[in-house]
């Protein structure tokens, strides 16, 4: 049956940080920061997230404990890694769908050994644990506060900002010696940098039950899940990659397959990055082994560091279980890096690490398996401050993020983004404005990852359905003129990322890459059901919304078109490599759709109404519940209107059609 009851929901507090830092303008930055113009503080030859500390006020040594960077080493061959994407996504191509291993990107694009050597001997020289991966793009370097401020010639500060304590270096960081580094990421880090682009429903103390969001079917008839599954296409065969934020527990989606009867047979697989993580097996088909060192024990409420305290993530268990639900034979292998301790400022400041700032590890863990065919991601920064943009607001074509997107497109592998919950004001997450670059809450600004050029970017939309999947009212794009304006879909235009070559058709606008792509249900009036905690008295069936929301239901979707490919020789025999049936990023088979009238038409549902700008509150980070106090007047947005639009994309998908147009089956 059709749940119906609702509540209106509050928007994620902050966005988390990916990769960090960024930014432009010419604000000063604080007294204490100023560098001392010595030969001890030279100009940092990196990037690493110094504009996030301008207007941010000193307030005294940090105390972090354990520490935990990712660094870039110059790649020998960036833009060529580049090319080679775009390349093995283009018919036509002398290249296209040969796809590459890790091994063979390392060995063509990745850092030199001798950079790659000398970076790690420079910082176990320190005292620091230092881990890669074979496609050399990227360390991972771990240890205690003290030891990390000696490789970096710098001491640690406690910043206030306008969205809660950070911490940073208090002078610039930079090498004892020469390295070929080009980028380190979470030199400069907020705790109030964990939250992801997901909307949930409070649960208000209920009885465990599903009384909040509806259960899979109505989305499998709706958006024609169920027509591919007739057809016999469930993801069979095909593995499906979540970049995790927080801890999973194993009863949830077993309780998930059982009150819902949804008949999967599939599981959830957590995938372990860093020592010590465990491996956790969900679902009905599970099993697997235990790490070889013991892992934290989940909880369900706690505060404090790990490993005493580790909490479940409710964003984990969206990401899982939809992708679960809507692709009911394929494998969801859930990646998760664990930070075993990082705190910092005072004893109220401190807070566990639980793979917030892991993401860039397990991207890279990722590429290194090579065993996900479709990724899905939900988190997101305001372009501004994010690893597309230099220390001088400028684009940085070498970031991390953006040549670790290359590397999975090299490898055929799809990646499904959520293109934010803060409507067209995505620059209000996290820093509300105040930034460099910012003139104001209201100011259009997009969200990254999600501007890639490698991935697709998902928007969300409102979906009033019924029990059997049937509208019940028009599909809309999510934002205020559904839900009372305390979340929208991400929208607009990049300042700096360059239109794809394949993004093009009727609407596309100017020379940035627009975004979002397409999109699915995300508004929380007509959100899902997710089990959280279940394995606890507390737990509870709780409804959510978001982009998040969206996202996992479009990887979903792209694992049926792969298991489609899978099956048949034509389509096979187009790929090369490990895994032939891959179709690499499905952007420009949906642009490729979009610019076909007929195919659009049979494949798309195009959404021409609503909004996606957004009132002021609903963007503040320090906003955990609906907005006592909404500004009677919306951020500035942009309209949903014929064929592609800065809310909604080229619209909606439909799973069987989607697979026809593809594949041609």
């Known amino acids: 049956m059709r749940l119906s009851v609702r509540v209106l929901s509050s928007i994620a507090a902050a966005a988390l940080l990916g990769g960090c830092g960024g930014g432009g303008g010419s604000h000063t930055l604080p007294a204490a920061y100023a560098p001392s113009g010595t030969a001890n503080a030279p100009a940092a030859a990196f990037r690493y997230g110094r504009q996030v500390l301008v207007n941010a006020t000193p307030a005294g040594p940090a105390q972090l404990g354990t520490m935990k960077i990712d660094v870039q080493v110059q790649p020998a061959n960036a833009m060529g890694l580049k090319a080679y994407a775009q390349s093995v996504g283009t018919p036509g191509s002398g290249l296209y769908r040969h796809f590459l291993t890790a091994a063979e990107i390392g060995q063509r694009f990745g850092a030199t050994d001798a950079n790659y050597n000398a970076a790690i001997a420079y910082f176990q020289s320190y005292g620091l644990s230092v881990g890669g991966w074979t496609q050399k793009l990227m360390l991972r370097v771990v240890g205690p506060q003290a030891n990390m401020e000696k490789a970096f010639g710098t001491t640690f500060e406690r910043y206030i900002t306008h969205t809660g304590p950070i911490y940073g270096p208090s002078s610039m960081p930079h090498f004892s010696r020469s390295l070929a580094i080009t980028s380190v990421s979470h030199l400069v880090y907020g705790k109030s940098w964990v939250k992801r682009n997901s909307v949930k429903v409070p649960p208000h103390g209920v009885t465990p039950g599903f009384e909040y969001g509806d259960p899979p079917q109505p989305l499998q008839a709706a958006f024609d899940y169920n027509g591919a599954y007739a057809a016999g296409y469930t993801g069979q065969n095909i593995n499906i990659g979540i970049i995790g934020t927080g801890p999973i527990e194993a009863a949830d989606y077993q309780n998930y397959v059982a009150a819902f009867s949804t008949g999967a047979t599939n599981t959830v697989t957590q995938v372990n990055v860093a020592p010590g993580t465990p491996a956790l097996v969900q679902g009905p088909g599970g099993g697997g082994s235990p790490a070889a060192t013991p892992p934290p024990t989940t909880i369900s409420t706690c505060s404090g560091p790990l490993p005493s305290c580790n909490p479940e993530d409710f964003e984990a268990q969206i990401d899982t279980q939809q992708t679960a639900a809507l692709a009911p034979s394929a494998s969801v292998l859930f990646y998760l890096a664990y930070v075993p301790n990082e705190y910092y400022g005072t004893s109220t400041d401190y807070g566990p690490e639980i793979g917030i700032s892991e993401t860039d590890d397990e991207v890279q863990q990722v590429i290194q398996d090579n065993n996900a065919d479709v990724v899905s991601i939900s988190y997101g920064i305001a372009e501004e401050y994010s690893d597309y ?190 895994h032939p049936y891959r179709l690499g990023n499905a952007g420009p088979y949906m642009y490729t759709i979009y610019n076909n009238a007929a195919m659009y038409a049979s494949t798309f549902l195009d959404i021409v109404d609503g909004n996606n700008g957004v009132t002021p509150c609903a963007v503040n980070p320090g906003q955990v519940g609906p907005c006592p106090n909404p500004s009677p007047t919306p951020g500035p947005g942009f309209n949903a209107g014929k064929g592609y639009d800065l809310t909604t994309g080229i619209g909606v998908p439909f799973a069987r059609h989607l697979i026809r147009s593809v594949v041609n089956i």
């Not at 020379?511 to 279940?534: C, E, H, I, K, Y």
């Open 389 to 578: 943009v230099d220390n001088n607001g400028a684009y940085f074509p070498m970031g991390t993020e953006e040549l670790q997107f290359a590397a999975l497109q090299s490898e055929g592998i799809a990646v499904f983004v959520s293109s934010g919950d803060a409507g067209a004001q995505g620059c209000a997450r996290p820093y509300y404005g105040l930034g460099p670059g910012v003139a104001s809450p209201d100011q259009p600004c997009v969200s990254a990852p999600a501007i890639d050029p490698n991935v697709v970017s998902v928007g969300g939309i409102t979906a009033p359905v019924d029990a059997a999947g049937h509208a019940i009212a028009p599909f809309t794009t999510w934002g205020v003129q559904t839900e009372g304006g305390y979340g929208a879909t991400g929208g607009g235009l990049s300042t700096v990322v360059p239109l794809p070559s394949w993004q093009h058709g009727p609407g596309i606008t100017g020379a940035f890459r627009n975004q979002p792509d397409m999109s699915l249900d995300a508004d929380p009036v007509t959100g899902v059901s997710v089990a959280f905690d279940t394995a606890f008295p507390d737990g509870y069936f709780g409804g959510s919304g978001g982009t998040s929301v969206a996202a996992p239901e479009a990887a979903a979707m792209w694992a049926l078109v792969l298991d489609a490919c899978k099956k048949t020789a034509a389509c096979v025999a187009k790929g090369s490599g490990p």
